[in-house]
């Protein structure tokens, strides 16, 4: 992971955060088409907040992925 900061205005910054997502009861449900399926919805929804995707992993029972945000937005909202 690289050190570059973001700037804007004023601001410099490097937020990021990792969030993992884990199936009801550990269940292996995230195969395949699925797992692709729930990838493509993150990258959506992150394209459209203006999010950046640094890394994202499955397993087969759970998805982990790595976002870098601007200061303006939360981390309760991601």
């Known amino acids: 992971m690289d050190n570059i900061y973001n700037r804007h205005n004023r601001r410099k ?3 990021k955060v990792h969030i993992v997502l884990v199936t009801k ?3 292996q449900l995230l195969k395949g088409s699925i797992a ?9 929804i992150c394209n459209s ?3 950046e995707i640094i890394a994202m992993e499955t397993d087969k ?4 992925f ?5 200061t303006t937005d939360r981390v309760l909202i991601l």
């Open 61 to 64: 029972d759970h998805i982990y």
């Open 25 to 27: 009861y550990r269940k």
């Open 49 to 51: 907040n203006g999010y």
């Open 13 to 15: 910054y490097s937020l």
């Open 36 to 44: 692709d399926d729930v990838k493509q919805k993150i990258y959506d």
């Open 66 to 70: 790595l976002i870098s945000y601007d």
